[in-house]
């Protein structure tokens, strides 16, 4: 069991988690990422690591409440604990001195880049961030990833605050503005991915994305989250999540991810409509 330590609402459907587990927060670097099951019976879902504090032991998640799991996940309180909390998983980010790397977050995104961006900066790069959100209120970590890049930009699909339009339109102007960009990372919805990879491919700047595919375990068995990258096919649990972006197949990734939709609105749905009778019985 795995105790909630701080529990921080960043926007109507993002939540921050501090959860406690010193092994993670040791050996975790970025990129990584954590399986958790929120209790007996539920799912495994894969969450990335935001960040963590060695000293005190703590690992910090951010969770979009968009499916059952997800919602089960941020109405747990501090004080309360989550059954498994396995990792660090995955490969760490492929991290170097490039020059100059652009560091793009998408919605919830952000909350994966950020430890990217953060170890970009101490290996030396010179690093520019753009993130970027549906509205105002869904964007997050602003401070801190001012705090770690030397320039950012921050876009909104709706104008309502700063550049009106999308992170890939953010990219595609640093680029006909002339910028010599020696690397990106992009991490978002896939479409956006999909999008900053065919900004930068007709340049040849070398871009990662991180891949969200259906995972069950996360340690290769089940199989479940194999994508196609380069033609051929990778695990996204233990050959990524992070993938050279101009060679994944991106639209077979959108199928695969919508090969239970249908299971996953009923399951919500029922979710959102339970009343538990127990509940207020003293």
């Known amino acids: 069991m795995y105790k909630i330590i701080e529990k921080q609402k960043l926007s ?38 935001a960040d963590s504090d060695i000293e005190k032991g703590t690992v910090s998640i951010i969770v979009q409440a968009i499916g059952k799991t ?15 909390f396995v990792g660090p998983l995955g490969e760490p980010t492929p991290i170097e001195n490039f020059g100059r790397v652009v560091c793009i977050g998408g919605g919830v995104g952000t909350a994966e880049v950020y430890p990217i961006a953060k170890a970009l900066r101490d290996a030396g790069n010179e690093v520019i961030g753009i993130i970027g959100a549906r509205s105002k209120d ?28 999308f992170v890939s339109d953010q990219l595609q102007d640093l680029i006909n503005s002339g910028m010599k960009i020696d690397g990106v990372y992009a991490i978002g919805p896939i479409p956006m991915m999909k999008v900053c990879a065919n900004v930068t491919r007709p340049f040849g700047i070398k871009t990662y994305v991180s891949l969200n595919p259906i995972m069950v375990d996360g340690t290769g068995m089940c199989g479940g989250c194999r994508v196609t990258v380069g033609g051929k096919m990778k695990f996204a649990c233990v050959d990524g999540p992070e993938f050279d972006a101009h060679e994944v197949d991106f639209d077979e990734l959108i199928m695969r991810n919508r090969t239970y939709a249908d299971l996953e609105t009923i399951s919500d749905k029922t979710y959102e ?5 127990l509940e207020g019985v003293k």
């Open 12 to 49: 109507e459907t993002i939540t921050k988690l501090v959860i406690e587990s010193p092994r993670v927060a040791k050996k975790r670097k970025a990129g990584n990422f954590v399986m958790i099951r929120v209790k007996e019976g539920g799912e495994r879902i894969p969450i990335t690591i």
């Open 138 to 165: 869904l964007i997050i970590l602003e401070k801190e990833m001012g705090e770690v890049c030397n320039k950012l930009y921050i876009t909104t699909d709706d104008g309502s605050y700063q550049g009106k339009g």
């Open 273 to 277: 409509e339970h009343v538990c009778k």
């Open 70 to 84: 997800t919602k089960m996940l941020c109405s747990l309180k501090e004080g309360e604990y989550v059954l498994d």
